[in-house]
């Protein structure tokens, strides 16, 4: 079964660096085509993509976030890591990380989401 | 960046009717169309993929169309549990993007 599972910590301070954990089940981001994308969506409001890293280590950001943010794997431990560095109370938000197969029409789609994992900024 | 546009954002319906959600893309993605929909409290789930083919285990009552800049989704015969926020997502190009959502509610 796949799927995937989001961890972190449920609150940080405004300037705090968030580190977030995707923990992949049932695939591996060293097959051919595999991505693994993140999502957040703020109280209330629309979904925005974040990030993607692919199974050659090639990474995509959001340009309006791309400097707080970077986006790592470890092969080994099957996880997908996001940072987000100067946290400020807009970044309140569910953040999930979603797969993305590459295979065929449906690879393009993200098909298996995380439960998310809310974050809340103080300032 | 491409822009997604949803219409409407808000929709009425009853148990047993029919609706569509109109999506607009401000270029031409061809058909790399998503939709899903999401309940409160839960992650999105992938309904429609490449604009129109059905992803595994939904039910054939939801179907999608269009190609280059706009796309609909459409559900027959509503069901108490397709009462959800549904979203629209190009997977084109990165940055990828989603509409702002079409909320359903019970009528």
């Known amino acids: 079964q796949v799927t995937l599972r989001e961890s972190g910590p449920a609150l940080v301070k405004s300037t705090q660096t968030l580190t977030l954990t995707c923990t992949l089940s049932g695939f591996s981001l060293t097959t051919s085509g595999m991505c693994v994308n993140w999502i957040r969506q703020p109280p209330g409001r629309a979904l925005e993509w974040l990030a993607r890293i692919e199974w050659d280590d090639a990474k995509n950001y959001t340009a309006s976030l791309k400097t707080r943010l970077t986006i790592s794997k470890d092969t080994s431990k099957n996880q997908v890591v996001l940072t987000m560095t100067n946290m400020d109370p807009v970044d309140t938000g569910t953040y999930y990380c979603?797969?993305?197969?590459?295979?065929?029409?449906?690879?393009?789609?993200?098909?298996?989401w995380g439960q998310g994992t809310m974050v809340s900024v103080s300032s | 960046d491409i822009q997604m546009t949803q219409s409407p954002s808000s929709l009425s319906a009853s148990v047993g009717d029919s609706v569509t959600i109109t999506c607009r893309a401000s270029?031409?993605?061809?058909?790399?169309l998503n939709w899903y929909h999401q309940k409160p409290g839960k992650a999105p789930e992938l309904l429609i993929y490449a604009a129109s083919r059905l992803q595994s285990g939904v039910p054939s009552r939801f179907s999608g169309s269009g190609s280059g800049t706009d796309f609909t989704l459409t559900i027959t015969s509503l069901q108490p549990e397709d009462f959800a926020t549904y979203y629209c997502?190009?997977?084109?190009?990165?940055?990828?993007?989603f509409g702002q959502g079409t909320k359903l509610e019970i009528k």
């Open positions: 997502q190009q997977s084109y190009r990165t940055p990828y993007s």
């Open positions: 979603a797969r993305q197969t590459g295979i065929g029409a449906v690879g393009d789609a993200f098909d298996v």
């Open positions: 270029q031409n993605i061809r058909r790399y």
